[in-house]
């Protein structure tokens, strides 16, 4: 069964420092998301991304932040400058097409540690 | 903008007693309703959605939740768990106009004990 996957599943970094967050969606899927947890908060959405475009994105999702689909295969969320406040896990959705009728596929997370 | 409150952060059952997960939400426009669940080092995966039409959705595995548009819930139920249906389980909206966001509950941890 096709899987949604992140790499790595833990990244430790210093703040300041930059961050990028690999997902590989499920190959014939046209929509990709990106959404984190803090500890002990809820999932929150960070962005959708659809046609090499972000087609919606959260009050999180600030300049420090960017995504993109380098390759046919690869989706990727930057961290230009963590905070200590990003440290969260990370999660990668996507979907074969638009619209909430689609079942979002989760990854199995990035848990990012920012010291 | 619809927010998602799940009134319970854990519930202990034992095996092959009836469970129910307990899910409000909030929203000035008309919404999708999602349950997800999550097992330990996994993904979130879709368990139930409910779209339009029947107010009753049911997921291949048992578990059932009811759409009530006057109370403004989504509970998650199911007559008889197994161990295996230990996981942390969420509730999650969507506006029907959106591409996709989901606004999502804080999760309710379900441990199913022998």
């Known amino acids: 069964e096709p899987e949604v996957t992140q790499t790595p599943s833990h990244q430790v970094t210093q703040m300041g420092q930059e961050v990028i967050l690999r997902c590989v969606p499920i190959s014939n899927h046209l929509y990709f998301y990106w959404y984190r947890q803090i500890l002990g908060q809820k999932v929150e959405f960070l962005v959708s991304f659809y046609n090499n475009e972000i087609s919606e994105k959260s009050e999180i999702f600030d300049d420090q932040f960017s995504v993109e689909r380098p390759d046919g295969s690869n989706f990727t969320l930057k961290i230009r400058s963590t905070k200590l406040e990003d440290s969260a896990m990370y999660f990668c959705?996507?979907?074969?097409?638009?619209?909430?009728?689609?079942?979002?596929?989760f990854g199995p997370g990035t848990r990012l540690t920012v010291t | 903008a619809q927010s998602v409150t799940q009134l319970d952060s854990q519930v202990p059952v034992f095996e092959e007693a009836p469970v129910e997960l307990r899910c409000n939400y909030s929203?000035?426009?008309?919404?999708?309703l999602f349950w997800y669940v999550q097992y330990p080092n996994q993904g979130l995966q879709l368990l139930l959605k409910?779209?339009?039409?029947?107010?009753l959705v049911e997921s291949i595995n048992g578990f059932e939740a009811e759409f009530n548009k006057s109370q403004t819930s989504f509970h998650l139920r199911k007559p008889s768990v197994h161990i295996s249906d230990t996981a942390e389980y969420f509730c999650?909206?969507?506006?029907?106009?959106?591409?996709?966001?989901?606004?999502f509950g804080q999760g309710t941890i379900l441990t199913v004990h022998p």
């Open positions: 959705a996507s979907s074969r097409a638009a619209g909430n009728s689609y079942e979002q596929y």
């Open positions: 929203s000035s426009v008309s919404v999708y």
């Open positions: 409910y779209l339009s039409g029947s107010t």
């Open positions: 999650a909206v969507s506006d029907t106009a959106s591409y996709g966001k989901l606004t």
